[in-house]
């Protein structure tokens, strides 16, 4: 029989006993999903949201000029500007005359499309220090729309403390994650070229974009530095997947760029096409939308948990669901929340939190320092097709990698940039000039202009956590969170050596300097978010064990950002992938002897 997807909510039965039920539906949801059905057992997957059929709603290819907006959100709708996180108080929603507000990705281009993704700020506000936090409440979650940059992390990571003596290693190496890395590659498809670093282990590449003629020459100049520049590592199949009837391969439509994030053809991975469905062809799974968890249900006889209580986001009508297994993967900061909300007479300080780790440790990318320049050679060529593509470069971490480096800044950063001729030439913008003479000078700069801006590592800090706000709640009268949040010092000194070498990069390279920026951007501004239930060997000392286990609950995981121990400076979703298949993995394995 065909089973219409999506399911429709009035026929999820939740009076049956699931062998898991799944919280949340993005990255480590939905790969939590597909890895457990695939086993054979019987899921449930809770999503917040709703579900966006976003083959119809990203319209990835339309023109600005064949919208009425030109792509904008309509009028009632705001996004928070990067200064409103600064001067404006907490929660920053609060007494907004808009009809919705958004965070400040909806401030991109095209925002229209992704106007019904991103949360309403009205609705799920948050307390405490300055922080920038995005968010996606529907089915894929933030995976609709992500920036697609698919880096693995390595042993320079993993076993950071070793090198530095800073924090704690992850109680895995490279070698025991390496080869869910590469399945994860296999089964969503990743772009790139081959490096051979062993702080930016290489994967299973299919065709990588290609670089532009500036984009070379940088890279050209950089090997004389010893850095490397490499094609983005794009999570986007460009070569096609046979095993994925929901996912075209990359017609390097460059269409990527044009909005927020998304892909209406699903060439770039998101979680819908990449993961539920192939999770729901198995029969194994049920999906329920609308679905906001606020708490893990526990028997108080054995301390194991029970299953979830939800409330209909609609509705507001209150649900209680079974299952011998719950996975959290809320995303980092939900799930924290989550662990937090869920306090009982045997767990006072939230569930699994004999530790008091939960929401500590919570670490993410530094960003602001950047670089804008031109190729002076390349001012007034004529037009190349240079954006029918995913991504532009990578510059991987060489900052820290000796052991015996003498800089004044633990760990490192990598930089993300592009440059080429676009359909929409994104140096119009910082163009000076006006009319006839202005139009020449951006036809002439259109292909030779070149940046990027830098991702570091902010150092996992213990006092850097989230707590639950004891006065404020969400729209489904749940508890928010509070943020105790900031940068220190060494972020600062990291952030000054990032402008620096960016700059030095750039003059290597003879480019023209138009522009460059030192200043640290609000916390959160990178959308990466760890931490806040770190895996460790020591229950004393983290949350769960290596296979994001809860060391208190047996029954218990979170398989999302939040159990990883340190931020490394390399983008988190395949990792977050790779850790949560050898989980499901390690839990079908224990199921099946009867441990869990
Ligand atoms: C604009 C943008 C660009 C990005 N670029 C990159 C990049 O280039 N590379 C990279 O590696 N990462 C990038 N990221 C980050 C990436 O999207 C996240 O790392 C990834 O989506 C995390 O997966 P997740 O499953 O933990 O969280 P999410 O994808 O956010 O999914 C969490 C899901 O849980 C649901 N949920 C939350 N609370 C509840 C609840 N109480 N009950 C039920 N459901 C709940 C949410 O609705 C959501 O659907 C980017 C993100 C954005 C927004
Ligand atoms: S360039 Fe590729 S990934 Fe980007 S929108 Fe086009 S088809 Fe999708």
Redesign the pocket.
């Known amino acids: 029989m065909l089973v219409q997807f999506p399911p429709s909510n009035s026929e999820v039965d939740l009076t049956t006993m699931y062998d898991a039920v799944v919280?949340?539906?993005?990255?480590?949801?939905?790969?939590a999903a597909y890895a457990l059905c695939t086993h054979g057992l019987k899921v449930l997957l809770?999503?917040?949201?709703k579900y966006e059929d976003t083959s119809k709603t990203l319209h990835s290819m339309e023109w600005p000029y064949d919208h009425p907006r030109r792509g904008r959100m309509p009028p009632d709708y705001k996004a928070l500007s990067a200064a409103e996180y600064s001067f404006r108080s907490l929660p920053y929603a609060q007494n907004s005359p808009y009809k919705k507000v958004t965070s400040y990705?909806q401030g991109w281009g095209g925002t229209d499309y992704s106007k019904d993704i991103?949360?309403d700020e009205k609705q799920n506000p948050y307390t405490g220090t300055k922080y920038a936090w995005?968010?996606?409440?529907?089915?894929?979650?933030?995976?609709n729309?992500?920036?697609?940059?698919?880096?693995r992390l390595s042993d320079y990571d993993f076993k950071a403390r070793d090198r530095d003596g800073f924090g704690e290693n992850w109680p895995i190496s490279y070698s025991d994650v390496e080869s869910y890395y590469d399945r994860v590659d296999e089964l969503l498809g990743v772009s790139g070229f081959p490096e051979n670093l062993p702080w930016l282990p290489d994967g299973k590449f299919q065709r990588p974009v290609k670089l532009s003629y500036a984009e070379l020459h940088l890279r050209n100049t950089l090997k004389q530095m010893n850095r490397t520049l490499t094609p983005y590592r794009a999570?986007v199949t460009t070569d096609g997947l046979k095993h994925n009837r929901y996912r075209s391969r990359c017609y390097g439509r460059g269409a990527c760029h044009r909005h927020?994030?998304g892909c209406d053809i699903h060439a770039a991975f998101d979680?819908p096409t990449g993961l539920i469905r192939p999770a729901w062809d198995t029969g194994n799974l049920t999906m329920r939308t609308n679905?906001?968890?606020?708490e893990v249900t526990v028997d108080k006889n054995t301390g194991k948990a029970t299953g979830v209580a939800?409330i209909d986001s609609q509705t507001h009508v209150s649900y209680n669901v079974k299952a011998k297994v719950v996975l959290l993967?809320?995303?980092?900061l939900?799930?924290a929340?989550?662990i937090l909300l869920s306090k009982s007479g045997i767990y006072p300080n939230g569930i699994g939190n004999s530790s008091g780790h939960a929401g500590h440790n919570f670490c993410e990318h530094v960003m602001g320092p950047s670089v804008a320049g031109f190729m002076p050679a390349l001012v007034g060529k004529s037009r190349t097709l240079d954006d029918g593509r995913p991504g532009g470069f990578y510059v991987a971490r060489y900052q820290n990698l000796d052991k015996n480096s003498k800089s004044d800044f633990l760990r490192g950063y990598g930089f993300?940039g592009g440059s080429g001729c676009g359909m929409i030439p994104g140096s119009a913008y910082d163009t000076p000039g006006f009319g006839e003479e202005y139009k020449k000078n951006v036809r002439r700069m259109a292909g030779a202009t070149i940046d990027m801006g830098g991702f570091g590592e902010v150092l996992a800090r213990y006092e850097n956590e989230v707590s639950l706000d004891p006065n404020i709640k969400d729209a489904w009268g749940?508890p928010v969170l509070r943020f105790n949040y900031k940068f220190g010092e060494n972020e600062r000194k990291m952030c000054e050596d990032m402008a620096r070498t960016g700059r030095e990069m750039f003059e290597a390279a003879k480019f023209e300097i138009l522009s460059s920026a030192s200043n640290m951007l609000t916390e959160g501004w990178s959308?990466?978010?760890m931490g806040t239930a770190r895996m460790g060997n020591d229950p004393k000392t983290s949350v769960v064990n290596q296979y994001q286990q809860f060391h208190d609950v047996k029954n218990l995981f979170v398989v999302?950002?939040?159990t990883h121990v340190n931020a490394s400076c390399?983008?988190?979703?395949?990792?977050?992938m790779a850790l949560c298949w050898r989980s499901c993995d390690y839990l079908a394995d224990q199921m099946k002897k009867g441990e869990v």
Request: hydrophobic share 45%; proline share 2%.
């Open positions: 919280v949340g539906s993005g990255a480590a949801g939905g790969m809770l999503e917040a949201g990705v991103v949360v995005v968010r996606a409440r529907v089915v894929g979650g933030k995976t729309i992500w920036g697609r940059l698919a880096l999570g927020v994030g979680s679905a906001t968890v606020h939800f993967a809320a995303s980092t939900e799930s929340r989550l993300e749940i959308i990466h978010e999302d950002g939040s390399q983008n988190p979703t395949w990792t977050i």
